[in-house]
Every structure is written in structure tokens, then in C-alpha cells.
């Protein structure tokens, strides 16, 4: 072979190794580079890189209580952010934005401090991606024992490519990042349009002497058990029952309690705005709730009527499988949009003046083991398996939203009494409000409650039993 071939070759050679090492050094740095962390106006942010893919641009990564959505500004390149929400301090992002010009200026910090965050996330990134390049090179002088000249020639070669390599990429490919960021200025830039001011009590009767309230679905309502002895239009309405866990509460503690509560209630139509049951136009619960400006405990069931989950559990009864890709992509989507809204619930949650502790109820599994029961309706352990994990991505959603926002979340659990078993929690297939919580079932969720406001350690924010009333009041 000639020498300048063999030359040639033997560059090629050194060049597609330098390239291969670059190439694993960065996907491995990008992996391992810790999130950089900001704080501005009471929310805290952490910022890193989303994952590459081949498009030339697109929407980054927003990480909302543990659900990954898009977000609405688009970025060019295949290099994207991506930013974890992990915690929002009320009072701080309030103290911030009622300062004079406030808003404007919190505005100008955020965006200043992600783009601050990505800068300092990529140069951490280059800098581990550059380790990673040593080691291996290192490894490999090791193996072929190399002499300490060759391998300091070598390694001076791939660390250098590796940042070169690094830094033109960035370049390339996420260069106009920092200036898309500049342009957000507030997590609802990121999560695209949300309810702009708490919702004022407008309208809503004021009531004074209510120490508890409770909104939310038909499971808050209970729904398919004894109706209310003396029920308004709206009661009849939303399904409200007087086994309903308001109203063992209400007796338990001796409050007078606001039950809200609606089935078919979700938090755009039910709890944010007006709810349409018949002929009947409920009042969004959050602004009736803002009449009650003494309450000092708010418990709060909701989410499963926004990702539709009883036709969701309908569709996979009558399916032979329901977790194929497309039922699956539709229930990502679905949760995807709950999370976006759950966001403004619990942001109208916080800004209620009194600052009562917030309860926010999990959902139960209502299958157990034994399924002989369901046989004739075709849910299988499998099917209940699957059904059973969107519930805990449900319940995922809502447990990070409370802990991001400083509320409680209350897990539910019916083990040993769910459906098909002896003593069952669960209303049956057949009954009224299949699936709902029966008396019983009504009663464990108010126990789950009373023990979770037993642990704070808040004492202010538990209320203070009245000595007249232990039903609840209804709208």
C-alpha cells in the first residue's frame, strides 16, 4: 500500500473514532447533565434540554406535576428546552407582582433566568460531555497501551473535537433558544392561555358561618345514594346525597359544611365556569365557593369527567384490548389538557384571600383482584390492569399539582372492598351510579380526610366547629 494512502486511512481511521466518541460523549452528557434550577417571582423552574429529535423546529418540554406537555412557544432546531415546574410559592409570586410594576418587571426576570439557566445548562453539558470524551479515550489508550505521549495526544485531540464538536452543534442547531426564551414571560406563556384573575364571587350569596367546602364531581356529590331530605332544584340537579363524605364530615366535627359538588363536573365546566345539568345552569363552584370567605378547609374531587373516564372505562369494557397505541395516545391527550387546566384551578385555589388548607382527593381503584363479577361486561384482569394504571397517571397528576402548590393530596384507597368483593365500597354495574362510592364507600373518603387534616401540622387551618350547624348547606 502507498504511504500517502496508508496515511489517508489511517487519518480517516483517527477521525471517524474522534467523531464516534463525540457523538456517544454528547447523547451520554445530555443525559446525566443536571437540570439548572431558577426562582423567580416564587415559581421554581428547572431547565435542561428535551430529548433531540430529526425535526428543524418545534415545541420544547414543559413538565407540569409530573406530565410532560408542550409547550406553546415553538424553538428552532432539533435542540429544545425543557423545563420542570416544581414548585410555586403563592405569596412570594403575589408579593412580586403587586410591587409597583411588578408584573413587568418578574416578567423580564423569568425570561432572563432561563435563558441565564439554559446558558449555564450547556456549558455544563459541554463540560461533562468532555469528561465523558477523556474517560473513553483513556479506556481506550489503556487497552492498547498506548505510551503517556500517544495518550496525551490523543486525549487532547478528542476533548478538544468534543467541545468543538459540542459547541458548533449548539450552534447550529439551538442558537436562537436564548432568544425565544427571552419572549416568555410567565409560566401561562408556557402552558399556553389560562384563567387570567381568581374567580370573584360574582353573584355568589355570602356565607359567613360555612367552615368547610367541598367541590367537585359526582363522587364529591355522591351521586346514586340517598338523596338530600329537603334538596334545592340544583341538589337534584347534581345528584347530591346525604351519605355524601361532606356530610359525614360536616356531622364527625360538628362544621357547617358547603357541599358544591356536581356530577359531570369538570374544572372548565363545573368548577371554573357555569355547568349546563337539563334545564338547570349550575354556578361555576369556585365563585359560589368565594361567598364562604370563612372557610378555612377547601376539599376538592375532580379530573375524572375531564379525561373521560367513564367512557374511557366503557370503550375498553366493550374492546378486546385497551391498551393499543390508540387508545392510549387518546388518554395522553386527555390528561395532557387536565393538567393545563388543573394548573389554573389550583392558581385560583391559591389566591383565595383566607389561604384555607386544601384537600385534593385521589381516586380510588374501584377493581380488585377477584373480577367474577364483571365477567358478563367482558373487563378482564388485564383490561383492569390497564384501567388501574391511568388511574394512578390520573392520580400522579393530581398528587404533584398539590405538593408543586403546598395543598394535600389524600390517596383513597378501597383495598379489600372493592367491587366483586364481599362488603364492597363500590356501587355495582347495575346500580344507580356504577362504580361511584356507595354509604360506605362515602364514608372511608371522609375518614381519608379527617386523617389527612388530623396530620398538618397548621392547626390554623383546621376550622373551628360551630355550635348550630352539623349538615351540610347547599346552594
Not at 18 to 26: I, P, R, T, Y
Not at 223 to 230: E, F, K, M, V, Y
Amino acid at each position: 500500500m502507498r504511504p500517502w494512502l496508508r496515511r489517508t486511512l489511517t487519518a480517516l481511521g483517527y477521525t471517524t473514532a474522534v467523531l464516534a466518541v463525540a457523538a456517544l460523549s454528547v447523547w451520554l452528557s445530555v443525559r446525566v447533565t443536571p437540570l439548572q434550577t431558577v426562582s423567580p417571582a416564587g415559581q421554581t423552574v428547572q431547565v435542561g434540554a428535551a430529548t433531540p429529535d430529526l425535526t428543524m423546529s418545534g415545541p420544547g418540554e414543559l413538565e407540569l406535576f409530573g406530565q410532560s406537555i408542550p409547550t406553546e412557544p415553538r424553538f428552532e432546531g432539533p435542540i429544545r428546552p425543557r423545563l420542570k415546574l416544581t414548585h410555586i410559592s403563592f405569596n412570594a409570586q403575589a408579593s412580586a407582582l403587586t410591587k409597583p410594576g411588578g408584573a413587568q418587571a418578574a416578567g423580564k426576570d423569568l425570561s432572563r433566568q432561563l435563558t441565564a439557566a439554559w446558558t449555564r445548562y450547556l456549558l455544563w453539558e459541554t463540560l461533562i460531555a468532555a469528561g465523558f470524551a477523556a474517560l473513553i479515550t483513556i479506556a481506550v489508550v489503556g487497552i492498547r497501551r498506548s505510551s503517556r505521549t500517544a495518550m496525551l495526544k490523543m486525549l487532547a485531540i478528542t476533548v478538544t473535537s468534543v467541545c468543538a464538536f459540542n459547541a458548533l452543534g449548539v450552534y447550529l442547531l439551538a442558537s436562537a433558544t436564548p432568544a425565544a426564551l427571552q419572549h416568555v414571560r410567565g409560566i401561562e406563556d408556557l402552558v399556553g392561555p389560562s384563567t387570567p384573575t381568581p374567580v370573584q364571587a360574582i353573584g355568589a350569596p355570602a356565607r359567613p358561618g360555612v367552615q368547610a367546602v367541598v367541590i367537585g364531581d359526582s363522587t364529591a356529590a355522591g351521586i346514586g345514594n340517598a338523596p338530600l331530605d329537603h334538596p334545592t332544584g340544583t341538589d337534584k340537579a347534581c345528584g347530591r346525597s346525604k351519605d355524601a363524605f361532606a356530610v359525614y364530615l360536616a356531622a364527625a366535627n360538628n362544621w357547617n359544611t358547603l357541599n358544591l359538588a356536581c356530577s359531570g363536573a369538570t374544572i372548565r365546566d363545573g368548577l371554573l365556569g357555569p355547568q349546563q345539568r337539563g334545564s338547570t345552569e349550575v354556578p361555576p363552584q369556585m365563585s359560589a365557593a368565594t361567598g364562604a370567605d370563612k372557610a378555612s378547609v377547601i376539599i376538592v374531587s375532580i379530573g375524572a369527567n375531564d379525561i373521560h373516564w367513564s367512557t374511557m372505562t366503557a370503550l375498553c369494557a366493550a374492546a378486546n384490548a385497551c391498551d393499543d397505541k390508540a387508545s392510549t395516545a387518546y388518554f395522553q391527550q386527555q390528561i395532557a389538557a387536565f393538567t393545563t387546566d388543573y394548573y389554573d384551578l389550583l392558581h385560583n385555589l391559591a389566591a383565595l384571600p383566607q389561604q384555607p388548607r386544601i384537600l385534593i382527593n385521589e381516586y380510588y381503584n374501584p377493581f380488585g383482584e377477584k373480577l367474577d363479577c364483571l365477567k358478563d361486561q367482558n373487563i378482564t384482569p388485564a383490561k383492569a390492569k390497564t384501567l388501574k394504571s391511568r388511574l394512578d397517571a390520573l392520580n400522579s397528576v393530581l398528587r404533584q399539582g398539590a405538593q408543586t402548590f403546598g395543598f394535600t393530596a389524600v390517596p383513597q384507597h378501597f383495598d379489600g372492598h372493592r367491587l366483586c368483593s364481599d362488603q364492597p365500597f363500590v356501587q355495582g354495574l347495575d346500580a344507580n351510579a356504577p362504580l361511584h362510592p356507595n354509604a360506605a364507600g362515602e364514608l372511608a373518603i371522609a375518614l381519608a380526610d379527617q386523617q389527612a387534616l388530623s396530620r398538618t401540622n397548621h392547626t390554623s387551618s383546621t376550622p373551628t366547629p360551630s355550635t348550630n350547624a352539623a349538615a351540610p348547606n347547599t346552594p
